[in-house]
């Protein structure tokens, strides 16, 4: 069996006696309390579990329903939990009716720049600011970040502003120090698949931002979601970001049914990061509007004041007018589609 639902009646005795069932059958457990009702996700292959053993789990009191979940993720899954999973950050809550904004640079380069564009972009309509601390840079000889003190600047930027931090993780040595900086913790693109990393995230207790890989599935991606949400971490935020295909005007090719898709399969919020799927300043804004069309839960978009001099990502960020130009049009999609910025 894959799940247990249990009745909404269930008393806490009746809930640790399936529990204790389930566990002598050497299963591993994810026990969700929803306001509703409790339900028990089984972890691992169950498909040598028997019809018989499955029925006598069904037939113990306090238990509702007993599905075996075909999908290879499980906890990510639909079936698993039918209502959107909405996560709250300092009272902003992602997956809700309200699309959130995360903006700022490619990298933190110094505390004078990204104090300014903090304070612009949130000026501008940006919930979130962002910034990378670790670069994960195809060549070792760019510029890799600024480490500890871009964190501090980061911090010293949620400070000014009240906006929550979205910051990058690139190794798990680095994940004590990060969790005393950051809110949202980034998983880039080119980690999708770095299972280990995955595993560290998902035993914290702090929402994940996991972008979609290079060359990513879709089934992919929703099971490494499922490697962080198999360690209990449940706040998992999945980032469409563009993927690798032969076209070439645009840095990556922004894959918008994957927002419907994956509405389709996961509970998760969902956003779309414009900025790196198409790596052009000027088809931000077009994308950006379809992201939010298409049932994005937010955007992910990089703003720099001077894009120019930009130690990375240069050519793909807005200017602050640009980006508070595109911030209005957006509210005029949003409501188009029922939903508020
Ligand atoms: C970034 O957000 O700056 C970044 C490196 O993104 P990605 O992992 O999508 O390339
Ligand atoms: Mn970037």
Not at 268 to 289: C, Q, T
Request: charged share 25%; hydrophobic share 40%; net charge neutral.
């Amino acid at each position: 069996m894959d799940i247990v639902v249990l009745k909404k009646s269930a008393s806490q005795d009746e809930i640790d006696n399936i529990q204790k069932r389930l566990e002598q059958k050497g299963l591993a457990l994810n026990v969700s309390k929803g306001t509703e009702r409790t339900i028990i996700g089984v972890i691992g292959d169950t498909s040598k579990i028997s019809e018989e053993e499955v029925d006598s789990v069904r037939a113990m009191s306090g238990v509702d329903e007993v599905m075996r979940i075909v999908k290879p993720y499980k906890l990510a899954s639909r079936d698993f939990k039918k209502e959107n999973t909405v996560i709250d950050v300092d009272g902003l809550k992602i997956g809700g009716n309200r699309i959130h904004i995360i903006a700022g640079p490619c990298a933190i380069e110094g505390r004078d720049i990204l104090l300014s564009i903090a304070q612009k972009v949130k000026e501008g309509g940006a919930s979130f600011v962002r910034g990378g601390a670790f670069k994960p840079r195809t060549s070792p000889y760019t510029f890799q970040g600024m480490g500890e003190e871009g964190l501090q600047i980061l911090l010293e930027a949620k400070k000014l502003t009240g906006m929550p931090i979205v910051t990058e993780l690139m190794d798990p040595r680095d994940l004590t120090l990060m969790l005393k900086y950051t809110d949202i913790i980034q998983i880039g693109t080119r980690n999708m698949q770095n299972f280990r990393l995955l595993l560290e995230v998902g035993m914290v207790d702090k929402p994940v931002l996991l972008k979609r890989g290079l060359a990513a599935t879709i089934k992919e991606w929703l099971m490494a979601a499922e490697y962080i949400m198999s360690r209990g971490n449940h706040k998992v935020i999945l980032c469409e970001r563009g993927v690798r295909t032969f076209e070439t005007a645009t840095r990556n090719t922004l894959d918008l049914s994957a927002v419907p898709v994956l509405k389709q399969l996961t509970h998760l919020p969902v956003i779309v990061d414009p900025s790196h799927a198409v790596g052009r300043w000027d088809l931000v804004k077009p994308m950006s509007l379809a992201a939010v069309a298409a049932g994005a839960d937010g955007l992910l978009i990089e703003v720099h004041t001077k894009p120019e001099e930009a130690c990375s990502d240069g050519e793909q960020s807005l200017k602050p007018d640009v980006f508070n130009d595109l911030v209005k049009s957006l509210r005029l999609v949003a409501t188009a589609v029922g939903r508020e910025i």
